[in-house]
């Protein structure tokens, strides 16, 4: 949904960055030709577009932000659960990845196919309170929801259930 909502506010930029560029360069005395509206345009789309991708590259490494990073790594909070019943658990920092990837498939459309592509928040490790770190395996791990328990085995075995937060350790 971030996605979608972050295209719209850039569509918007274009349009904003379109009406700009009219009213600083139209003069009533020499109106602008549709030649140079024609550039206006492209120069708005391409500006909304660079800011699209440099969002992508360096907007903040928190998760669930509207102008969210594309892929990072970076330490949070989680809270840990190490029990089924969910009544004792421990807020500590973690090693978080956020990834984005995409799947093809066979489609009946024009090219033939159709993609999927989606998010991931993995975790690497977690630092208990008394120092030890707690390695999770990440070839069959599902990904960190924020706020939501999900439940993860370590490479000892042990299954945790895992909280993402948004907070960062200082």
Avoid at 12 to 19: E, K, N, S, T, V
Avoid at 22 to 31: F, Y
Avoid at 82 to 100: D, F, L
Avoid at 137 to 156: A, F, H, T
Wanted: glycine share 6%.
């Amino acid at each position: 949904m971030n996605g979608l909502i972050r295209i719209i506010i850039f569509i918007g930029l274009a349009i904003i960055f379109y009406q700009l560029f009219k009213l600083i360069l139209n003069k009533p005395e020499k109106p602008l030709s549709q030649k140079h509206k024609s550039y206006i345009i492209i120069i708005s789309v391409a500006l909304a577009f660079a800011l699209h991708t440099i969002v992508g590259f360096y907007g903040p490494k928190i998760p669930g932000h509207l102008f969210e990073r594309n892929e990072y790594e970076t330490m949070l909070y989680v809270r840990l659960y190490p029990n089924e019943n969910e009544v004792k658990s421990y807020k500590v920092p973690a090693k978080i990845r956020r990834i984005v990837t995409s799947d093809c498939y066979p489609a009946d459309n024009d090219t033939g196919q159709a993609c999927d592509s989606w998010k991931a928040y993995l975790i690497y490790y977690a630092i208990m309170p008394n120092g030890g770190k707690i390695v999770f395996e990440l070839d069959s791990q599902e990904s960190l929801e924020l706020n939501k328990i999900v439940w993860i085995d370590d490479e000892e075995g042990r299954n945790w259930g895992v909280e993402l937060t948004k907070e960062a350790p200082e």
